[in-house]
């Protein structure tokens, strides 16, 4: 059967879907897509792999997607971070009978994906992204799509949206916001760009970005004129969001803690999504919120949300008449909402004072005053901070690492051949040579290794060592023979 693309594509495959799950590391999950299933999304992708650890590790292809099949999770996009072509395509091949389509992931603002050289950090290589994308077109049987990232110039994005769909991508997600937006710096995305783009391109386009309840993925269809929405932290918050409900959150967290039983996962992917279910109503039972962020097992996490839960239904029960939300949120805490990320300027208070005398930090930003200049610390850069006063976060400070001519990831001080280890290694083998550096001595063991041979042939008797030597000799030659072909 010949590969669907662009519009077919989306109309047969993905059954002309309109409502898209995410992929996001460690919480698009496939206990999470049933329960997003089974309320109102159409499309699910999983997390975000690494090609690379994808194509050499036959236990993360079994943890991340060969011992999840399940017939209700089509359609399914796979979603690969990559940097190189072969890589990329030999890694999707192990994945395509899995799935309907591949994704590259082109989005990824994070620094974990500066740093490996991938995500929205290839933005700017437009030449590997091309190879890349033409390599995969090519030799897929499913088709190939992207997620991407905004340029802060409309055009730009337009012309980078075009080159994806010339060099084969066959149906393009546009996050509305640049790579610089961020946790408490994400702002709101563009829709005007995502509209330009869905005018520049003749496949299907999705739009993601500001998507909070159902309304907002109806506006954005109207606004922008996409194929469909796609949506990440609202979904987490509430599940159900495409079925435009707002339920009660004991009802979803309990009917995923009951799928993980039949679909098991890392106990901190249930953590974390039930810290995002009940996040509103752990701000105010700080202690609740304590426990589960130590238990250790599924059950001691069934125990707390049904503690929560407890907690909530006796408040309902005490409920004044008229009685109206507190903390300015749309709804009770105890229903499925939308949680709006605090601005870089605001005071994170959403944790209370409740359990110290000086109040709960905020989750993502705090200022602190050094030398008359604000900083923005994150929460894990505070502690660093606490443990070491004399600690500088300015990236000006950071020691400057040379580069690996192969990879890009930082090469050997001592290296002969300006690499790091893995590619050092690869090509010292080849080369049969030494790198000292590296402690690699291929060339060194070789030597001894002929010399060795030359040192038995001595000591045995004329007869033995005549048949001996054209053994040793034949067998060199095939080694040399093999080694000039490896």
Sequence with gaps: MPKLRGEAFWRETLRSAHYVVAPMVDQSELAWRLLSRRHGAQLCYTPMLHA???LRDANYRRENLYGEACPEDRPLIVQFCANDPEV???????AQDYCDAI????????????????GAFLQEEWDLLQRMILLANEKLSVPITCKIRVFPDI??????AQMLEKAGCQLLTVHGRTKEQKGPLAGVASWEHIQAVRKAVNIPVFANGNIQCLSDVEECIRKTGVHGVMSAEGNLHNPALFEGRNPLVWEMAEEYLEIVRKYPCPLSYVRAHLFKLWHHTLQVYQQLREELAKVKTLEGIVDVNRELKLRCQEEIANQKEGEKPKEGLPFFHWICQPYIRPGPKERCRENGDSGTEKGVRGKRALEEEEDGNSELLSKNKQKKKLRNPNKSFDPSLKPKYAKCDQCGNPKGNKCVFNMCRGCCKKRAFKE???CPGHGLLFKTKYEKSLSWQHSQRGIQTPEIS????AEVGETAVLKEAGDNTG
């Design 432 to 434: 049969v040579a030494d």
């Design 466 to 469: 005549q048949r001996g030597d």
């Design 155 to 160: 055009d730009k994005t337009v012309k980078y």
């Design 88 to 94: 990329f395509v030999q890694a999707a091949l192990l």
């Design 103 to 118: 994704d590259l992931n082109l989005g990824c603002p994070q620094m974990i994906a500066k740093r490996g050289h991938y």
């Design 52 to 54: 690379q650890v994808f």
